[in-house]
């Protein structure tokens, strides 16, 4: 079976925002997982001299309410005034290839015309808390590529703020 990996920036250009079903209901993260979640984001964090993010239950619960919709779009805000990364993928997507997907984008940025993404997000250094979760999802990616894991994060303050790149 074929595996997809796609983060939100990238379906959205391509396929658009698809209604999914979960096909499990939707799991607390365990503290193994709040931990690999901190890791994964302070790691890239340190690396550009931004803190430690802690990890904030209310958005992780947030994270876990628009998961569980398994809407591959944004909330545009409808859960509060979060900052929000999203990544689907089939097979076995883990929560390091969710992160991965969207610190890899850090190749791509140029401080002489900075523009939002998914790796702004995750090292904006205004940026205090976290939260996360995952849901398994059908119908994100075609029936032909099994189920997807969609994870969500919910960050604050938002980054990604026009005009206080720098």
């Given amino acids: 079976m074929a595996r997809l990996t796609f983060s939100y920036l990238l379906l959205a250009l391509v396929a658009g925002a698809v209604n999914a079903v979960p096909t499990q209901k ?16 302070n790691a890239a964090r340190e690396a550009h001299g931004a803190s430690d993010l802690t990890w904030n239950a209310t958005l992780a619960t947030a994270a876990q309410t628009w998961a569980n919709g398994c809407v591959f779009q944004h909330s545009g805000g409808t859960l509060g005034p979060y900052g929000e990364n999203l990544a689907a993928g089939t097979g076995n997507f883990t929560i390091a290839d969710g992160i991965g997907a969207w610190t890899a984008e850090a190749s791509q940025y140029d401080p002489s015309n900075p523009q939002p993404s998914h790796w702004t997000q ?23 590529y099994g189920p997807a894991q969609y994870y969500v994060c919910e960050y604050y303050p938002a980054g990604n703020v026009i005009g206080e790149f720098p």
Wanted: charged letters at 15%; glycine letters at 8%; aromatic letters at 8%.
């Fill in 26 to 41: 939707a799991r607390d993260a365990s503290s193994s997982d709040i931990q690999q979640y901190l890791d994964l984001h």
């Fill in 122 to 144: 995750v090292v904006w250094k205004g940026t205090s808390e976290v939260g996360c979760a995952v849901q398994t999802c059908n119908g994100i990616f075609a029936a032909s």
